[in-house]
């Protein structure tokens, strides 16, 4: 079975570009996260969808905004790119939101503004 | 609201070694907990997860865990470290009705080093 899917792996950006970031989640899981891992630290969660709703919000500037389609596939946008951006991007799938269900975390986007 | 402490941003053993890593959290709630390990430039994978139907968790690649309530404790333990064990370690924790719902708060992480 594919596991969750990240695209593109690598990406450059300027300082005030925008940028979007997809994922497809394991086929079956509804519920799609978005983390964001400077380097050295630990993954920071930034959103939750679940049937295309939003379910929770991390602490992080509206300048990230997220949208998930009736395939459960889901974009993560981020505008006004600043230099403290720069990060692995991390897309979890799980078959609901509810706990304990195991988040299922795809290879990361990492995303670089000069 | 929930978090998590993970003593040791590095730990090296060698190989045949015993691996401990420790992972300490805080909740409000009955907490679920979990441990991922990420190897370079890759995502993260699930090694075991505790969700209190037994507090000794056994995971893939030997590795096991023991949630202690009274210590808030979740150590990741291995008898003997392999050379292919190297990698970055995390613990999360997540609580219903916590903060973000379902999802995970992790720790910093501790990069385990394996000498030959």
């Known amino acids: 079975d594919a596991g969750v899917t990240q695209s593109p792996t690598h990406l450059i950006k300027t300082r005030g570009q925008q940028v979007t970031l997809r994922c497809s989640p394991i086929?079956?899981?509804?519920?799609v996260s978005w983390y964001q891992q400077v380097l050295g630290q630990g993954p920071q969660f930034i959103f939750q969808?679940?049937?295309?709703?939003?379910?929770g919000r991390g602490n992080f500037p509206d300048r990230f905004s997220a949208r998930q389609f009736p395939n459960y596939s889901s974009e993560l946008n981020v505008n006004a790119l600043l230099l403290g951006d720069s990060a692995l991007y991390l897309c979890?799938?799980?078959?609901?939101?509810?706990?304990?269900?195991?988040?299922?975390f795809g290879p990361g986007t990492r995303l670089t503004v000069l | 609201a929930q978090s998590v402490t993970q003593l040791g941003s590095h730990v090296s053993v060698s190989e045949g070694a015993l691996v401990l890593l420790r992972c300490n959290y805080s909740?409000?709630?009955?907490?679920?907990l979990f441990w991922y390990v990420q190897y370079p430039n890759q995502g993260l994978q699930l090694l075991l997860k505790?969700?209190?139907?037994?507090?000794l968790v056994k995971g893939i690649n030997g590795f096991e865990a023991e949630f202690k309530k009274s210590e808030t404790s979740f150590h990741l333990t291995k008898p003997s470290a392999h050379m292919s064990d190297a990698a970055e370690y995390f613990c999360?924790?997540?609580?219903?009705?916590?903060?973000?719902?379902?999802?995970?708060?992790f720790g910093p992480g501790t990069r385990l080093s394996v000498l030959p």
């Open positions: 999360a924790v997540s609580a219903p009705g916590g903060d973000y719902g379902q999802n995970f708060v």
């Open positions: 969808y679940y049937e295309k709703e939003e379910r």
């Open positions: 979890a799938s799980s078959p609901t939101p509810v706990p304990p269900d195991t988040q299922y």
């Open positions: 086929s079956g899981h509804k519920s």
């Open positions: 909740s409000s709630v009955p907490p679920y």
């Open positions: 505790y969700t209190s139907a037994a507090t």
